[in-house]
């Protein structure tokens, strides 16, 4: 964790200073950025593993950058972490709903943002291992991906999933807490531009629910926006 590389794009001199000694201190490289143009710009040319994005900046918002970055293929999976002196409960749903994996609001306790940070990087590691094949074990069961099937501890037998319902558990699993949206997910699970609609996700996660009988609680409804995957106990 320590050899990451973060991008604090920030408008606040005096914020942006102290979020960076901050992250040095923990062992990061930190580069910033002071308003969205130049934010996308240093996303391109140093690949940072992590952006700290503000909302309210000059040029080009974070909603607009955090939009752009997940419409590109090349950086749709940068993980992103929003910082805004918002509050309300809508702009936590848009910054959400816009594709990042954490919001937090000001003024921001410099070690929580850490915390926060390297939170993201570990689930953002583990959805790289889910991506490459690798077994995903929550407390009470596993999804593995080599035998394309679910065990339950207390199940005899592997949970049988359609092959739609096998991949949205996997997306959602592998990257616990996130909020995907409805669309998001639709893409993962059938393909882009396949001929159906968002509510096809809501069908296939009310499926697998069922079937995870006392663990289906793990998959979470956002209202607004989408799903997510929790791996806190019930």
């Known amino acids: 964790m320590a050899s990451k590389t973060i991008l604090i794009a920030e408008d606040d001199a005096d914020l942006q200073e102290v979020l960076r000694l901050t992250f040095e201190a923990e062992g990061f490289r930190v580069f910033v950025a ?3 143009e130049q934010a996308m710009k240093y996303v391109r040319r140093y690949a940072p593993d992590l952006l700290v994005l503000d909302v309210m ?6 909603i607009e950058v955090c939009q752009e970055i997940r419409r590109d293929g090349a950086l749709e999976h940068l993980p992103i972490l929003m910082l805004t002196a918002r509050s309300e409960e809508s702009d936590v749903v848009l910054g959400l709903g816009v594709g990042a994996d954490d919001y937090v609001t000001k003024p921001a306790r410099p070690r929580e943002l850490v915390a926060r940070v390297r939170n993201i990087l570990r689930r953002s590691a583990d959805k790289k291992g889910v991506e490459s094949g690798v077994m995903i074990s929550v407390e009470g069961f596993v999804i593995d991906p080599t035998r394309f099937e679910v065990r339950c501890d207390d199940m005899a037998e592997p949970i ?3 092959p739609a319902e096998f991949k949205l558990l996997q997306t959602l699993a592998g990257n616990p807490g996130r909020v995907y949206r409805r669309g998001d ?3 993962k699970v059938v393909g882009p531009g396949a001929i159906v609609t968002e509510r096809n996700i809501d069908t296939h996660v009310k499926s697998v629910r069922k079937k ?3 663990h289906g609680f793990r998959l979470e409804t956002v209202r607004g926006v989408g799903y997510r995957f929790s791996d806190r106990a019930e």
Do not use: S
């Open 34 to 36: 002071a308003d969205g």
């Open 57 to 62: 900046m000059p040029k080009k918002d974070g």
């Open 160 to 162: 049988v999933l359609t």
């Open 185 to 187: 997910l639709l893409d």
């Open 212 to 214: 995870l009988g006392e």
